[in-house]
């Protein structure tokens, strides 16, 4: 099938995925948006359809995943803040808002633990924190995708030793 023939198939799905996508974000300028994405999705990985198959099926999957993958990048309520030019400065945990702490530490003690990392582990464990998945730091930070990991491993281990110090403080 030719790209011509292919985007023309997919274009005369656009009322029922537009149906779809309004059903899913319940506002019109989003279910746009998300019909916005799933053409770009569908037409990125167009060599991945395989012929015969069901396209409507391939594109309301491909749409029902976007929104469900952006659902939980945006379900924590964080945000990140733009990154600067020199790709160091993130203020990751500027505005987040938090639930009610069950243990005795503070949220700004857990933020100053965080933001008292070191710039190679906090960059990594903010944005893996945000919702990003380790291949997309890997691919923002042109890094190794195993040093990603290990690098937000190393930074969990840190906080847990850290946070543990300061709730033994408090306890005492």
């Known amino acids: 099938m030719t790209s011509i023939e292919f985007n023309t198939r997919i274009l005369r799905e656009e009322s029922s995925l537009t149906n779809f996508a309004y059903s899913l974000t319940r506002n019109v300028d989003d279910a746009l948006d998300l019909l916005q994405d799933t053409y770009?999705?569908?037409i990125s990985y167009r060599n991945k359809f395989e012929e015969n198959t069901n396209l409507r099926a391939w594109l309301f999957t491909i749409m029902r995943n976007t929104f469900i993958n952006a659902y939980h990048k945006n379900k924590r309520g964080k945000r990140i803040v733009a990154l600067a030019n020199d790709n160091m400065n993130y203020g990751v945990f500027g505005h987040i808002s938090y639930e009610p702490l069950e243990s005795k530490l503070g949220a700004k003690q857990i933020i100053q633990q965080i933001e008292s990392l070191e710039i190679e582990y906090r960059l990594p464990f903010s944005l893996h924190y945000v919702?990003?998945?380790y291949e997309e730091i890997a691919k923002q930070m042109s890094l190794p995708?195993?040093?990603?990991?290990?690098?937000?491993?190393?930074?969990?281990?840190l906080l847990m030793e850290a946070l543990n110090k300061d709730s033994l403080v408090l306890a005492s």
Not at 145 to 157: H, N, W, Y
């Open 40 to 42: 770009v999705k569908a």
């Open 131 to 133: 919702g990003y998945r």
């Open 145 to 157: 995708l195993g040093t990603v990991k290990s690098r937000i491993f190393i930074a969990r281990k």
